[in-house]
């Protein structure tokens, strides 16, 4: 197709799942369903460019951020790349013996389509489910997928953790009109951190207030900062302090700025106090730190107690 493409992870014939990274120019239309492995189910992570997805009368509609799951089944199945904005997109493509083994029969709420795949038997009917927007939380899963935390020879076994981990987040439907206060009230506080989350990577130099913050995502700061410890297992403070430290690290690997450069690019204006949190969360200096991470000696980060 003239993409860049590349196979993440995964080989659908023998593991039952497949990863694979795709990036097209959005200057003419492509025709997406002839890569689709017959009764499979995949997951498309939408990132860049627009796209359809037809089967009968269900039809999906991708924008950029947005994530959705079709069955190619013994009926036609159309997909098409739009001609537009540029594509970039993950797919996810399990097997219906992968899906069986990780759900079977008896997991309540799983989505008609996926249970249908699952089911054994003849090939069923294509279908497409509705597409929804990626959340932050999933922004940053889909993100990782490129680049695994994790050793190569520790990666098998990270990518296989992530394909269940994806099934938990797009295969199962939202839970009925009478769901729980307690599981409503749940879902609005992780919806509301992940919301907090994206504002204050925004501006690491210049992170809003507490009360700014409450009052983008209607919150008291009380109430907000209570929340935000109890999920998240820190103070937004010291989240803060992670993320600009992660980001520092991040630039510093990639070669092309000073420590100084760095330190102010995250916000910090003292040149000893970022390298004294520098090597509190990485156990190792700034200055050191690409050459600690291009010999596997540095160490994980860990979270700000």
């Not at 890569?35 to 189910?41: E, K, L, Q, R």
Request: hydrophobic letters at 40%.
């Amino acid at each position: 197709m003239g993409a860049r493409w590349r196979q993440l992870f995964g080989d659908f014939n023998r593991l039952g799942i497949s990863f694979e990274w795709h990036e097209l120019a959005g200057g003419r239309e492509v025709d997406w369903a002839q890569s689709f492995h017959p009764d499979s189910v995949e997951l498309c992570l939408n990132l860049a460019g627009l796209a359809e997805v037809q089967a009968g009368d269900t039809a999906a509609s991708f924008t950029a951020g947005t994530a959705g799951f079709y069955r190619r089944g013994r009926s036609p199945l159309s997909a098409r790349r739009l001609a537009g904005p540029d594509h970039q997109f993950i797919t996810v493509e399990y097997s219906p013996a992968f899906l069986e083994k990780h759900l079977g029969t008896g997991v309540e709420d799983v989505h008609p389509l996926v249970r249908s795949a699952c089911s054994g038997g003849k090939m069923g009917l294509s279908s497409a489910a509705p597409v929804e927007p990626l959340s932050a939380r999933q922004r940053e899963l889909v993100v990782s997928l490129r680049q695994p935390p994790v050793l190569a020879s520790a990666q098998s076994l990270w990518f296989q953790a992530k394909a269940v981990e994806l099934m938990g987040e797009f295969f199962f439907q939202p839970p009925p009109q009478n769901e729980l206060f307690c599981h409503r009230h749940q879902r609005v506080a992780r919806d509301r951190i992940e919301q907090v989350t994206a504002i204050l990577k925004r501006d690491l130099v210049n992170p809003p207030t507490l009360q700014d913050i409450g009052r983008e995502v209607g919150c008291s700061p009380f109430y907000l900062s209570r929340t935000f410890s109890k999920e998240k297992g820190q103070t937004i403070p010291q989240f803060i302090r992670q993320i600009r430290l992660e980001r520092a690290a991040a630039l510093l690997r990639l070669g092309e700025h000073n420590v100084t450069e760095v330190a102010l690019e995250v916000g910090y204006s003292s040149l000893s106090h970022f390298s004294q949190a520098f090597h509190q969360l990485f156990g190792c200096c700034p200055g050191l730190y690409p050459m600690a991470t291009s010999s596997q000696k540095i160490k994980a980060p860990r979270a700000s107690a």
